[in-house]
């Protein structure tokens, strides 16, 4: 595995832990333990022409792709999953936290976003209330209002578009979790 940051390459990326260590009240001498030393996200270089054909797919849209999480070593899973537990809970933090193969410490996974074009602003993918029931692919499928509509056609976007190259759902089946097998 040779990790390599996102943004050498034109990408957007973000470490979701970095940017929201204080909404976790993860400490930065704590993520630096856990290997994690800036807010850039990093996977495996392999996964780079896969991303910028994400790009090129998503273009025609009016999109790119974000990465809001890539590259966790073990360390950071369990300083995560520690914060979860302290405060959501250890099922919630469970029904979508994977300590067990810990599929982001391969540096082959990504948590991934939408971002418009025109304005370089993130998509809204999701109404918050509805958390975390609609982390999942298909929690707006059955609703027939605008907003739901909405929210539905920008995960199928997004879902389809990395599993056209070959990428795969997580475990969880979260809207935004995707692994290229090796």
Same mark, same amino acid.
Do not use: C
């Given at each position: 595995?040779?990790?390599?940051?996102?943004?050498? $390459?034109?990408?957007?990326?973000?470490?979701?832990?970095?940017?929201?260590?204080?909404?976790?009240?993860?400490?930065? +001498? +704590?993520?630096?333990?856990?290997?994690?030393?800036?807010?850039?996200?990093?996977?495996?270089?392999?996964?780079?022409? $896969?991303? #910028?054909?994400?790009?090129?797919?998503? #273009?025609?849209?009016?999109?790119?792709?974000?990465? #809001?999480?890539?590259?966790?070593?073990?360390?950071?899973?369990?300083?995560?999953?520690?914060?979860?537990?302290?405060?959501?809970?250890? +099922?919630?933090?469970?029904?979508?936290?994977?300590?067990?193969?810990?599929?982001?410490?391969?540096?082959?996974?990504?948590?991934?976003?939408?971002?418009?074009? #025109?304005?370089?602003?993130?998509?809204?993918?999701?109404?918050?209330?509805?958390?975390?029931?609609?982390?999942?692919?298909? =929690?707006?499928?059955?609703?027939?209002?605008?907003?739901?509509? +909405? =929210?539905?056609?920008?995960?199928?976007?997004?879902?389809?578009?990395?599993?056209?190259?070959?990428?795969?759902?997580?475990?969880?089946?979260?809207?935004?979790?995707?692994?290229?097998?090796?």
């Amino acid at each position: 595995m040779k990790l390599v940051s996102t943004a050498d $390459y034109g990408i957007k990326g973000v470490n979701h832990y970095w940017v929201k260590r204080g909404f976790y009240q993860i400490s930065e +001498e +704590e993520l630096n333990v856990a290997g994690v030393w800036d807010d850039k996200a990093y996977v495996d270089e392999s996964l780079i022409s $896969y991303l #910028k054909k994400a790009n090129e797919t998503l #273009k025609p849209h009016g999109y790119e792709i974000v990465v #809001k999480d890539a590259y966790r070593s073990p360390e950071l899973y369990r300083l995560i999953q520690e914060k979860r537990y302290a405060k959501f809970g250890k +099922e919630q933090t469970d029904r979508i936290l994977n300590t067990v193969t810990m599929p982001h410490s391969n540096g082959r996974t990504i948590d991934a976003s939408l971002i418009d074009i #025109k304005t370089g602003n993130e998509v809204p993918m999701r109404n918050k209330t509805d958390d975390p029931d609609n982390f999942f692919i298909d =929690y707006y499928r059955d609703r027939n209002d605008a907003e739901g509509r +909405e =929210y539905q056609r920008l995960q199928d976007l997004l879902v389809e578009t990395m599993l056209s190259l070959g990428f795969k759902l997580g475990s969880k089946n979260e809207f935004w979790h995707f692994e290229l097998p090796s």
